[in-house]
């Protein structure tokens, strides 16, 4: 009886760990997606070179302008947020 009940705990500790595994993994996957949406497309304002950078749209809801370095035209200019 001893060895059935440890099997029974182990055995049950095994489905918990699967099912905390699952869970994770599920979580992990759904980070994933939330950080694909605030994925941000910033074109070059004077090339049609791209950067892609996060966005936090809870706290910033105007579309982003920022000067970065253009490697085609080799000079910062603006990039302004676009659609991906």
Known sequence: ???LAAAAVT??????LALGRRIFMQKDR???????D???KLKSSESDHVYYTRKNKKLVT?????QKFDPTLRKRVAYKEAKK
Do not use: N, P, T
């Open 38 to 40: 605030r994925l941000i």
């Open 1 to 3: 009886h001893l060895w």
């Open 62 to 66: 105007r579309k982003i302008e920022l």
């Open 30 to 36: 759904a980070d994933q997606h939330s950080l694909q």
């Open 11 to 16: 055995g049950l500790v095994v489905v918990w």
